[in-house]
Each structure stands twice: as C-alpha cells, then as structure tokens.
C-alpha cells in the first residue's frame, strides 16, 4: 500500500520542484535585471527592461502559485485517504511548505528592490463636475 502512496503523490514532485526553483529564479531575474542596468542610461530603455522583468517575476511566480496549489490539494487529498502511512504526505508538506517560504522570501525582495511607483509621481485626476 506505501508504494501506491508513494506513486499518488510522485506525480506531484515536479509542481513540488517547480515551487523549489521558483524563489531562486526570482531572485536571478532581480540580479540580471540590476546588471543589465548598470549599462544603461536612457530611461524609456530602462523601463522597457524593468517591464518585461517584472513580466517574468509575475510569470515564474504565477506558475508557482498553480503548482503549490495542485501539490497542496494532492498531499492533503493523500491525508485524508484512510489506511494509509502519512508519512510521505506529511514530508511532501514539509518540502512544499519550505519551498513557499523561499518564493515569498524571493518575492519581498524583489517587491523592495523594484518598488512600485509612488502614488506622489501620478498625476493626479481632477474631480469631473456633474459626476
């Protein structure tokens, strides 16, 4: 029976996997971005380069989400299932809990090192009489 719990959630290794390398790719984007800007000097370039970043962070991070969210629902689907050894569901969760960490730790760090712009720099819209 511990070999068919272990082939349910061994379907799940790669969104577990997915959800490890996420926070590390995060974090690599973040450090290719500041060198590529160290280069440059126009800003419409500069933006250009920050947009499709912040494009790929969103990406990555997306594609994390989905599969933490398909991995969580197999080990806690595996709990539930009766007569079966929690053990390996349990590890998955440590490992899949783990690796949500590091993603959000990724995350706050590039949050804080591509802020969002200030509400100060946005003009600001004047009130439409009659509306």
Known sequence: MLASVGNR?????KDVGLVQRAGAT???????LDARLLNERRPAERMRML?????????????AIQAYGRASRAVTAELQRPNTDPAAAQAMRLRLDAARAELMA?????SQRYPPPDAAEKPEIEDIPGS
């Open 106 to 110: 990724a995350l706050q760090v590039a």
């Open 26 to 32: 995060i974090l690599e984007l973040g450090a290719a």
């Open 51 to 63: 947009r499709e970043t912040t494009n790929r962070i969103t990406r990555v991070a997306n594609d």
């Open 9 to 13: 959630l061994a379907v799940r290794m």
